[in-house]
């Protein structure tokens, strides 16, 4: 089980940046690959992107080419960079192993993220 504290959010207008941390314990966070999601008012979480162990990253269509994910493996540490922020990117993020994301039980307190139009 990963242990997970995520901050960086808050309030900003569009347009904005933010940029988001995660600090992971536990020995397998360097072996896997970690992902950002949020999750909005009445609406499903959702994986926003992704970085391998190796560095490979994804990202979903809606955030490509505006918010930036790496990772610092010696810190146990992920970030997330998000320029251009937009109103529907308002949504409290969290960071996690992707793997089996969908059924995983371990997530954090998420970092509240507010893009006011």
């Known amino acids: 089980q990963v242990h997970l504290a995520e901050s960086g959010g808050g309030l900003v207008q569009a347009g904005g940046s933010l940029r988001l941390s995660c600090a992971a314990s536990?020995?397998?966070?360097?072996?896997?690959?970690m992902g950002w999601f949020r999750q909005a008012p009445g609406k499903q979480r959702e994986l926003v992107a992704h970085?391998?162990?190796?560095?490979?990253?994804n990202y979903a269509d809606s955030v490509k080419g505006r918010f930036t994910i790496s990772r610092d493996n010696a810190k146990n540490t992920v970030y997330l960079q998000m320029n251009s922020l937009k109103p529907e990117d308002t949504a409290v993020y969290y960071c996690?192993?992707?793997?089996?994301?969908?059924?995983?039980?371990?997530w954090g307190q998420g970092t509240q993220v507010t893009v006011s139009s």
């Open positions: 996690n192993l992707v793997l089996n994301w969908r059924r995983r039980n371990d």
């Open positions: 536990g020995s397998i966070f360097r072996d896997n690959t």
């Open positions: 970085i391998t162990s190796g560095g490979i990253i």
